[in-house]
Structures are given as C-alpha cells and as structure tokens.
C-alpha cells in the first residue's frame, strides 16, 4: 500500500508559498450531488461537468458510484463516465464501491481511489445500508483486500460521526474505535462525515485532533453539510484542530435521505470564497468554478442554495444610486 499512499498525496501536493498554507477541495458533486437527483443527468452532461471542474484546481474529485444500476439509477452510466473523462494528472479521481464487485468494476476503469462508505451510527447503517455496522465492515474488509496491491488509494467515509437523527449523539470512542479498524487494514484515508449536519464546532475540534494524534499515518478529510447553517463553522475549528483537507459539493447539491430536513453538502464556492479570504491557498479558480455553478440549475432543473453565487464575491462592486440633480 506505500505505492498508493504516494500515489494519493504526491499527485496534488505542491510547495505552498512562505505565507499561505496550502488546503485540498474535493467535490463530490459529481457523485453526491447528481446521484440525489430526482431527474437523470444526462451521460454526456456528466462528463462535460467534470471536465470542467477538473480544469478549476481541485485537488480530488468524487466522479460516480460503482453501486447496482437498480439501487442508485442516476449513476448507472459509471463506466462510461469513467473512460470518457479527460483526465487532469494533478486531480485525483475518486469512485464510492459498496462492495467487491463494485470494486472490481472500477478497477477496469483505472480510477486513483476507492472510496468505502458505512455509518458509525447502527440505525443509520442498517437505514441506509440494510446491514449492521458488524456486517458493513466485513463486507468493506474484503474491499479493502480486493484492492490491496493494486495502484489504487483506499479511503473510507465514516457517516454520521457527529451525529444521528435517530440516535442522538455519537459516542467518540465509536468513532475511533472505526477508524482504529479500518486503520489496521491499511487504508490510506479517512473522511470523518457530518452526513446529517449534526456538527458543531467544539465537537469537530476535539474529534479532529484525536483522529490525528492517534493515526497520524491516515489522510484525513472533513465533509460538513450545511443543514443548521453551521459547514463553514465547522470548517474554521477543523482547521484549527490541523485538518487540510476538506469535501465539498458545488452548489450545495446532495444530501441525506434519512435526515429530516436536511440540506446539500457545503457549497465549494462558500468554502473557497471564505478560505481564501482568510489567506489559505485552496488552488481552486473561484472565477471558473462560479461560472460552473451557474450551470447548475438548468443541468439539475431547480435552484441550488449557493450564496456566492447570488450575491457575487465580497469585493464585488456595484454603482454608487443615483442621488439626483
């Protein structure tokens, strides 16, 4: 697994300059947005929407899902998503498998990363997933064994770290408990999901700063969604507790069927607007990626929630109203 644990870091890393800290944006919108649609996104609309976000800087998009054509039909197209992308060199292209024969089939597709999802939560997993929390982990440990030896980065989402709908709150030592597993099956990464936007910042401190004090050799990434209006939040103590890297879904999209209420992923162009602003090098083109957004509601056929893109960046200049003569 030293090979992909090259491969997944040494593809975006570059030398961040004398004052600004470099971070790593990962749009999942590809994935976790369109696969919520209630509408079909058409193949070749896929695939130009990936083109062009992987011409934007990101360090990693979320392109499709290897799940069963019956159980998410909006990314029943994976394949063919796969091998008509034109691929960026500095981008990592991730897929979600739910299991071996999902692997397999993004294997043949020559994607970077494997990106495993289960819930720390027992009801949200079983709700989600149909299995316990016991049989999701069998089930991803022979993932994880199917892929070992290849090229491909192994990453695993964890859902519903900071909290469950059905639940209540999440104990710590469940989380880390999941993490310490998958860490010793050799993963290279872990992404520590706010799938129902449960988070607050104090919460996110704390749990940020024990995943990487006791597995420092993970990669690990944050995915806030902005149901309480608290992702940038949120965002701001994850970087305070040493995160650098973070998921995030243009225009809002996405979401969790299981969360009452619930919203769309952090907006990337939220996320970049205010990082940027606050001197972080995120090297994502906030022009190029607000000019993408604005495609969205004619590609999805509804309005998405993004701020920036109504209001426009915080310098963006209007005319002084006429005072009259």
């Known amino acids: 697994m030293a090979r992909a644990r090259h491969h997944l870091k040494g593809k975006v890393m570059s030398e961040p300059s004398a004052n600004r800290k470099t971070l790593y944006i990962q749009d999942v919108a590809p994935r976790d947005g369109f696969q919520n649609e209630k509408q079909f996104i058409e193949t070749q609309d896929k695939i130009d929407f990936i083109n062009a976000l992987s011409q934007s800087g990101y360090a990693k998009i979320e392109a499709t899902s290897f799940t069963s054509p019956k159980a998410i039909p909006a990314l029943r197209d994976a394949e063919v998503v796969m091998h008509e992308i034109?691929?960026?060199?500095?981008?990592?292209?991730?897929?979600?498998?739910?299991?071996?024969?999902?692997?397999?089939?993004?294997?043949?597709?020559?994607?970077?990363?494997?990106?495993?999802?289960?819930?720390?939560?027992?009801?949200?997993?079983?709700?989600?997933?149909?299995?316990?929390?016991?049989?999701?982990?069998?089930?991803?440990?022979?993932?994880?064994?199917?892929?070992?030896?290849?090229?491909?980065?192994?990453?695993?989402?964890?859902?519903?770290?900071?909290?469950?709908?059905?639940?209540?709150?999440?104990?710590?030592?469940?989380?880390?408990?999941?993490?310490?597993?998958?860490?010793?099956?050799?993963?290279?990464?872990?992404?520590?999901?706010?799938?129902?936007?449960?988070?607050?910042?104090?919460?996110?401190?704390?749990?940020?700063?024990?995943?990487?004090?006791?597995?420092?050799?993970?990669?690990?990434?944050?995915?806030?969604?902005?149901?309480?209006?608290?992702?940038?939040?949120?965002?701001?103590?994850?970087?305070?507790?040493?995160?650098?890297?973070?998921?995030?879904?243009?225009?809002?999209?996405?979401?969790?069927?299981?969360?009452?209420?619930?919203?769309?992923?952090?907006?990337?162009?939220?996320?970049?607007?205010?990082?940027?602003?606050m001197g972080y090098d995120t090297g994502v083109d906030l022009t190029r990626i607000l000019d993408i957004a604005a495609t969205l509601p004619a590609l999805v056929g509804h309005d998405i929630p993004s701020q920036i893109l109504k209001a426009g960046p915080r310098l963006t200049l209007h005319p002084a109203p006429d005072q009259g003569a």
Do not use: W
Request: proline share 4%.
């Open 86 to 277: 034109v691929r960026n060199p500095d981008v990592i292209y991730t897929v979600l498998v739910p299991n071996v024969r999902g692997a397999q089939r993004a294997l043949e597709c020559n994607v970077d990363e494997v990106n495993l999802v289960m819930s720390v939560s027992e009801t949200h997993n079983r709700a989600n997933l149909r299995m316990t929390r016991e049989q999701s982990f069998e089930q991803l440990s022979d993932v994880v064994s199917a892929v070992r030896g290849s090229r491909v980065a192994i990453n695993v989402s964890l859902s519903t770290v900071f909290g469950c709908p059905m639940e209540g709150d999440i104990n710590a030592f469940d989380v880390l408990e999941l993490v310490g597993r998958f860490a010793a099956l050799g993963v290279d990464g872990v992404t520590l999901c706010d799938t129902t936007g449960m988070a607050y910042p104090t919460q996110v401190g704390k749990i940020g700063r024990e995943v990487r004090k006791l597995f420092p050799n993970l990669t690990t990434t944050m995915h806030f969604h902005n149901t309480r209006g608290m992702a940038l939040a949120n965002t701001l103590a994850a970087l305070e507790a040493g995160i650098d890297r973070f998921d995030a879904s243009l225009g809002g999209l996405g979401g969790c069927p299981y969360a009452p209420g619930a919203s769309g992923n952090v907006c990337t162009e939220e996320l970049v607007h205010m990082l940027e602003l």
